[in-house]
Each structure stands twice: as structure tokens, then as C-alpha cells.
């Protein structure tokens, strides 16, 4: 009895190692696809819906600047690739892009690391979702505030430097829809009208993309502004 059953753990153990061995040969020989943006191996594909590996996506081609520009070519975006400027004391820019056309417009240039500017991207699209969803239209503009500044975390005297100081970072104070209305942080932050509803989503979206992501919801420093960045921490308010 106990030999028996013995005997078909072992056929059973060896049937599940044929069909892992069947699925890898298959997934190898692209017998069978898996979406884009949904395993943990393969490459980002910025012109496809985020799964939910999207931010860990991010940081590797953070990491590594070649493959983020490599991404940055097999997505729609046009930009140009932003002189670079030797990281001394902590501010500098290196691996920085220019978005030239991207899903939404901006109210002025800016430059921002490779890494940043594919999650920009990303949250576009998605934004652009959500503007259809709360207010029945899209975005027409965002209006920044900027990404590259030589400065420390909240213009201290002293401390960390910022990541804006490396352009791994951007301000939004708003958005200005094809219909004519706007969703500004100052004026409708917290409110519970399509706008403010608007907001809300937007935060909570920008948490799935970048690392940092600071609001009203903070302190009173960013009453006026998303905080957007790459950097090493994880906080999302
Ligand atoms: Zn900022």
C-alpha cells in the first residue's frame, strides 16, 4: 500500500516536471504569448497598459539608462536627448530627456532623467483615462512647475539634496482640459466635484508609477503641487 502510493507521488512528480518543462520550451519558442507589462521578465512596453509590475519595470530601466532609451525608442514619444551635464555636488544631469510630442502637452520644455520621463509617459495615458472617466473629456495641457533645480529637499539651507537637483523629478499644478475646464491642487483639491474627484485619482494613479509622489495630503509646501520622483524612498500622500 504505502509502496503503491509511494509509486504515484513519484509518477505524479514526474508529470508536473514534464508540463513546467513543456511550458518554459513553449513560452522559449513563443508557442504561447504572455501580454505585454504582465511577467516579471521581458521588456516594458510603454505604449501598452501598466500591469501591476509597472513601478518595479521603472526602476529597472532607471538602472539602467541603455534600456530605458531603448524602451523610450519602441514607444511613441518623441524627444531628444538632453546634453549632459557632470553630476558635481550633487546636482547635474545625466541620461536627461526632453519630451518633444507625448500623449499631453506641458505649458513649457523641461528636461527629466530617462527613467522619469518613461513613467511620465505611463501616467499620461493613464490620466488621459481618468479625464474621460470623471469629466467626459481629455486633457489638453498640464501645467509644471519644473524638474531640474540645483537645490536641497524643500530649499533647506542644508540636508539631502533634492531629486530635482538631478532632474529625477516634476511638479504638477494642474491640468487644463480640451473643453475648457481646468483641475488646479490649489483650487480644487479636496473637493468632492468631478474636478476634486479628478485630483484624488490622479495621486492615487501616480503612486502605481513613480516612487515618490507627495500632495496637499503631506504638508503645506505642496499645497499648490504634485510631487513627482525616482528617488530611493517609497512614500505616497
Ligand atoms: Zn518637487
Redesign the pocket.
Known amino acids: 500500500m504505502g509502496e503503491r502510493s509511494g509509486r504515484t507521488r513519484r509518477w505524479w512528480r514526474l508529470l508536473l516536471l514534464i508540463l513546467a518543462v513543456a511550458f518554459f520550451v513553449a513560452l522559449h519558442q513563443s508557442w504561447i504569448r504572455i501580454p505585454a507589462n504582465v511577467a516579471p521578465w521581458g521588456e516594458a512596453a510603454l505604449d501598452r497598459p501598466p500591469g501591476w509590475l509597472a513601478r518595479i519595470q521603472i526602476n529597472s530601466l532607471a538602472a539602467d539608462p541603455a534600456a530605458c532609451i531603448a524602451a523610450l525608442d519602441r514607444s511613441q514619444l518623441r524627444y531628444r536627448r538632453t546634453p549632459g551635464r557632470a553630476i558635481t555636488q550633487g546636482c547635474g544631469l545625466e541620461a536627461a530627456v526632453r519630451p518633444l510630442r507625448s500623449h499631453i502637452s506641458y505649458n513649457g520644455p523641461f528636461d527629466l532623467t530617462c527613467g522619469m520621463m518613461a513613467a511620465l509617459y505611463w501616467y499620461e495615458a493613464e490620466l488621459q483615462r481618468l479625464a474621460r472617466a470623471h469629466l467626459g473629456t481629455s486633457i489638453a495641457r498640464i501645467d509644471q512647475l519644473g524638474t531640474y533645480a540645483c537645490r536641497n529637499v524643500n530649499n533647506a539651507r542644508t540636508g539631502r539634496r533634492s531629486q530635482?537637483a538631478t532632474a529625477n523629478?516634476i511638479?504638477i499644478a494642474g491640468f487644463r482640459f480640451a473643453d475648457g475646464r481646468t483641475a488646479f491642487l490649489l483650487q480644487d483639491w479636496g473637493k468632492d466635484t468631478p474636478e476634486g474627484r479628478f485630483l484624488a485619482e490622479a495621486r492615487d494613479a501616480a503612486c502605481r508609477f513613480f516612487n515618490v509622489v507627495l500632495s496637499p495630503d503631506y504638508n503645506a509646501l505642496h499645497a499648490n503641487h504634485f510631487?513627482l520622483d525616482l528617488g530611493g524612498f517609497r512614500m505616497c500622500r
Open positions: 530635482h523629478a511638479d510631487h
